[in-house]
């Protein structure tokens, strides 16, 4: 009597927790309404040649946890275990509700999770705060069902970023801050927020794919120049001298007093003609000399005072460059978690 009371319980649990909908393979459709029906022999039997089919990942998990409700209400043990380790592994985040499910079913599952390492129920939940400004960041949250080595990172592309390195097992909480190796706020872009669990020869990988955006960030602009100062010019021009000139009309006027001396004296004979050429041709030499463009020359001061502004604007540059650069560090994140297309191993 215990028995027959024992199956309809059993009965009345696949029908709600091995209902045959959304499933496409008929076969599997067959070993569930098998179940449902309390022919566990030909449950077992429909539920094995499924397998051999060509199945998803959702159905395959299906069918094997159909054997391990199957094996655990045939008092098959240890087939019940193997069996929910199958469906535990394709699908790490299964749940059995213990209170619509017999307490044999619900001990082989947890038997079953315990004998395997899966990271289950990964979890990135959406975020919004200023990067490297208080406590803020991303929380993450997963289970790891035995003691492993865990490493979670972020990865895309080329660039793959440790959130953390432990040793954990059971739950697990962390928040990323979302900042790469040098301090620097995560690009805008899509990332694996990946979690490798490894134990022995046992590994096991869970992922979550999240979008990260950055908030617009107000720079300050590069100088060219200090603001209100010009740079002065480093050559200069003395200004031009009368002096050759002056040489000149003095040898010319040398050269005529001294013709006429000559010539009042009687010592010279040959006329004033030589004089006046003499004196002619020093009075124009003056003049193309004072008419020349001195050379230009070192402004010394001038290039003291360039030096002094060019030494002030790198250093304003330089101030500029490490306020853009905290304002960067700053920058306002968004983290949104994307749908999951799979991503466990």
Do not use: C, H
């Amino acid at each position: 009597m215990s028995r027959i009371r024992w199956l309809l319980v059993l009965g009345a649990v696949a029908a709600s927790a091995l209902g045959a909908q959304n499933v496409q393979n008929a076969t599997l459709r067959q070993a569930l309404a098998a179940y449902d029906n309390l022919d566990i022999p030909r449950a077992i039997s429909l539920a094995r040649q499924a397998l051999s089919q060509r199945l998803g990942g959702d159905e395959q998990a299906r069918a094997w946890e159909l054997l391990g409700f199957a094996y655990s209400s045939s008092d098959s043990l240890l087939k019940a275990v193997d069996a929910f380790k199958q469906a535990i592994l394709i699908d790490p985040d299964r749940q059995l509700d213990p209170a619509k499910i017999s307490p044999k079913i619900t001990s082989s599952f947890l038997l079953a999770l315990a004998q395997v390492l899966v990271v289950r129920q990964l979890q990135v939940d959406s975020a919004g705060f200023v990067a490297g400004v208080g406590q803020g960041g991303v929380p993450i949250r997963f289970t790891v069902t035995s003691p492993a080595r865990v490493r979670t990172r972020a990865v895309s592309g080329a660039t793959s970023v440790i959130i953390d390195s432990s040793i954990a097992t059971g739950q697990v909480n962390l928040r990323w801050p979302a900042r790469l190796a040098n301090g620097d706020p995560m690009p805008s872009g899509n990332y694996l927020i990946i979690v490798d669990a490894a134990a022995g020869q046992n590994t096991f990988s869970a992922s979550q794919p999240v979008r990260i955006t950055q908030g617009q960030v107000d720079t300050l602009p590069w100088l060219d120049k200090m603001p209100g100062y010009d740079y002065l010019p480093e050559t200069e021009y003395p200004p031009q001298s009368g002096r050759p000139l002056a040489q000149a009309l003095m040898y010319g006027g040398a050269a005529i007093g001294g013709t006429v001396v000559l010539r009042n004296n009687d010592l010279g004979s040959g006329g004033t003609g030589p004089a006046l050429a003499v004196s002619a041709g020093a009075l124009i030499s003056g003049f193309l000399m004072s008419l020349k463009k001195p050379s230009a020359q070192p402004a010394r001061a001038n290039i003291l005072y360039n030096r002094l502004l060019r030494d002030q604007l790198a250093r304003r540059n330089a101030d500029i460059a490490r306020e853009n650069q905290t304002r960067r560090q700053q920058v306002r994140l968004t983290v949104v978690p994307l749908p999951k297309t799979g991503g466990t191993r």
